[in-house]
């Protein structure tokens, strides 16, 4: 079986966004392209990967797991990437926060100062309702999570904002 970064990053994009149309968008290209890549990394694992039902795309079995090792593939070679260019001395990467909606009036302004003393860090920011954060917690999707009342059943580290 094999399968390449772009067809895992596509596929990906897929299951985060929920359409073939979005998927294209958000990777910058065609909807052909995409399907075509898709279809070719069903066939690479044997097993259908989704299937849509009305207007809405269901993962399969096949496409969980799939899904769950390509998170996991992706976010060890961005990891390598990131050791690689801090041995060359390089500060690069890339921070994923999700937070709460009610969070999004003053974190802008705190990452605004990150990004101007680190501005080789790319930030990827998700703005969700309570239990969009939480479901990211529980996949572990993120490097950072806030919100003012987290879970207390998963084993977190906590940190209270500074007065």
Known sequence: MSATFRQLRLFLALVERG????????????QPTVSMQLRELADAVG??????????????????ALA??????????LAFEQTIDAMKGLE??????ALVSTAKYFVPRLLGTFCREHPNIEI?????????????VRENRDDLYIMSMPPQNLDLEQHAGQQ
């Not at 990827?124 to 990211?136: F, H, Q």
């Open 19 to 30: 359409s073939i149309t979005a998927a294209a968008e958000a990777c910058h290209v065609t």
């Open 68 to 77: 769950e090792t390509a998170r996991t593939m992706l976010d060890e070679w």
């Open 92 to 97: 690069r990467g890339r921070l994923r926060v």
């Open 124 to 136: 990827s920011l998700e703005v969700l309702n309570r239990d969009g954060v939480v479901t990211r």
């Open 47 to 64: 097993l259908p990967l989704y299937e849509q039902i009305g207007k809405r795309l269901h993962l399969t079995a096949a496409g969980e």
